[in-house]
């Protein structure tokens, strides 16, 4: 080892945008980047690629607009065709005009409208329902493409000298000196300092160095479907329905699900959160209704059974077109599966680890694409020993837990935000 050598573990976006920043700040860095496979192939190649900068609580709402800077600073410099990042905006549509959207006094924030004319929602947006009384517009939110950016910020960090290493980590010792990486090749890469950014395996990880993370993985999934009947029109914003529902199953149905336990849970309330939005030449639909946690994250995660059907369903509450897909769904269907990796707060785990030179850039559940390149900058930030750290880091740092008053506040939060 000639110079300091900071060995991320982790080619999904996190430890990709961690390594850029690093790099940008310093290209006399020594940065190497290990991943058992592809760089982004895992969780990152699962997201919906949506993007928002509001949230319910300020820290997590600072954090997504800052991100949310950081890929419009990449878009000016690279162009706008390097990661398609647009500006459609996400609806919220709710049955209820009554019914809060957001529970949390940042509702009146700046960064939303509110659309309660149902005439006007009928002329904006006529694929509604007409039952849709309200609603609730993020204006500074939309979509972009998480390979292409990653890509491009992995080219970047390669000029200023990142090397990329394929090998699963199997095994880290700790000496005085530094840290041992054992690589299934059978390589051993040496390390003044590590970062984990294993996606769902960050326990795995660092349970090799005996530290505990309080995370747990909860598998989520979307489809995508071509849309023959032209239902959804390709500028429509990111729909998400507000409402928690039960799904309007037929009388033969309900029997059917009533007589096999396993699929009781069918007729019990769906909650809210049910998202459409186009995509090319398609339609992209997810739900993140499943709350039990994965005991062990699977490289190949299992689908849910009947989630088309199941989504399709919910989404014809409020795009009432969308039924005509539920019994005879389009095909190529492309459905695929992936972890939130989450902490119960729904906080991320971004900075120094309980032992020394051990940082962590992780859980970063369902939001970890629109979060990257705040959570990478971040994460480097503590790396190189930066004291100017944002406001909203000290409510992602992996220590946050021994500090009882943080966390009585970061427990009275009543919604993590979560879609
Ligand atoms: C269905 C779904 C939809 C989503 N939609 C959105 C969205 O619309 N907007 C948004 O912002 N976010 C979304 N997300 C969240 C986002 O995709 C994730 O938060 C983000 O991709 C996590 O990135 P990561 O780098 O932490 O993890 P990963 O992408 O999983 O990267 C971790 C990497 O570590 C590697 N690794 C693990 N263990 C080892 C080992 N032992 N040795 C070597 N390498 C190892 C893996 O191969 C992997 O490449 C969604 C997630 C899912 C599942």
């Known amino acids: 080892m000639n110079s300091k050598t900071i060995v991320i573990c982790g080619a999904g976006i996190a430890g990709i945008t961690t390594a850029y920043y690093l790099l940008k700040n310093d290209n006399k860095l020594n940065v190497i980047l290990i991943d058992k496979n592809q760089p982004l192939s895992f969780t990152t190649s699962k997201s919906g690629e949506n993007f928002r900068d509001f949230w319910p609580q300020p820290c997590m709402m600072q954090f997504a607009a800052h991100s949310i800077r950081l890929m419009k600073d990449l878009k000016n410099e690279y162009g706008d065709d390097a990661f398609k990042m647009t500006f459609s905006g996400y609806n919220f549509v709710s049955l209820d005009k009554d019914k809060p959207v957001f529970s949390t006094p940042q509702a009146t924030s700046e960064s939303i409208e509110e659309i309660r004319d149902r005439a006007t929602i009928q002329n904006n947006y006529p694929y509604l329902s007409?039952?849709?009384?309200?609603?609730?517009?993020?204006?500074?939110?939309?979509?972009?493409?998480?390979?292409?950016?990653?890509?491009?910020?992995?080219?970047?960090?390669?000029?200023?000298?990142?090397?990329?290493?394929?090998?699963?980590?199997?095994?880290?010792?700790?000496?005085?000196?530094?840290?041992?990486?054992?690589?299934?090749?059978?390589?051993?890469?040496?390390?003044?300092?590590?970062?984990?950014?294993?996606?769902?395996?960050?326990?795995?990880?660092?349970?090799?160095?005996?530290?505990?993370?309080?995370?747990?993985?909860?598998?989520?999934?979307?489809?995508?479907?071509?849309?023959?009947?032209?239902?959804?029109?390709?500028?429509?914003?990111?729909?998400?329905?507000?409402?928690?529902?039960?799904?309007?199953?037929?009388?033969?149905?309900?029997?059917?699900?009533?007589?096999?336990?396993?699929?009781?849970?069918?007729?019990?309330?769906?909650?809210?959160?049910?998202?459409?939005?186009?995509?090319?030449?398609?339609?992209?639909?997810?739900?993140?209704?499943?709350?039990?946690?994965?005991?062990?994250?699977?490289?190949?995660?299992?689908?849910?059974?009947?989630?088309?059907?199941?989504?399709?369903?919910?989404?014809?509450?409020?795009?009432?077109?969308?039924?005509?897909?539920?019994?005879?769904?389009?095909?190529?269907?492309?459905?695929?599966?992936?972890?939130?990796?989450?902490?119960?707060?729904?906080?991320?785990?971004?900075?120094?680890?309980?032992?020394?030179?051990?940082?962590?850039?992780?859980?970063?559940?369902?939001?970890?694409?629109m979060g990257a390149c705040a959570a990478g900058q971040l994460c480097s930030k503590y790396i190189l020993s930066d004291s100017n750290l944002p406001d909203y880091s000290r409510y992602f740092h992996p220590l946050r837990y021994q500090n009882q008053v943080l966390m009585q506040e970061i427990n009275e939060s009543q919604s993590d935000g979560q879609l």
């Open 130 to 369: 007409e039952q849709v009384e309200k609603i609730v517009r993020i204006k500074n939110a939309g979509g972009m493409d998480v390979y292409a950016m990653g890509m491009l910020m992995l080219k970047e960090a390669r000029k200023r000298g990142l090397k990329v290493l394929e090998g699963e980590v199997l095994a880290i010792r700790k000496s005085d000196t530094d840290f041992q990486i054992h690589l299934n090749t059978k390589a051993t890469i040496h390390a003044h300092q590590l970062v984990i950014a294993a996606g769902p395996f960050i326990n795995y990880i660092a349970n090799m160095l005996d530290i505990q993370l309080p995370i747990e993985n909860i598998l989520q999934q979307k489809f995508i479907i071509p849309d023959p009947k032209n239902i959804i029109p390709p500028d429509m914003p990111f729909t998400i329905f507000a409402d928690a529902q039960y799904l309007d199953w037929s009388a033969e149905e309900k029997d059917f699900f009533a007589a096999e336990k396993k699929y009781h849970h069918l007729l019990e309330e769906f909650p809210a959160g049910l998202h459409v939005r186009p995509d090319t030449g398609g339609i992209k639909m997810g739900w993140a209704f499943n709350t039990t946690t994965s005991k062990l994250p699977d490289w190949e995660p299992p689908t849910l059974e009947l989630f088309p059907q199941i989504v399709l369903k919910g989404a014809s509450r409020f795009i009432p077109q969308l039924a005509e897909y539920e019994n005879d769904i389009p095909t190529p269907l492309i459905q695929y599966a992936g972890y939130y990796t989450r902490t119960k707060e729904n906080y991320p785990l971004i900075g120094p680890a309980e032992m020394p030179n051990v940082f962590l850039v992780g859980a970063l559940a369902g939001y970890g694409t």
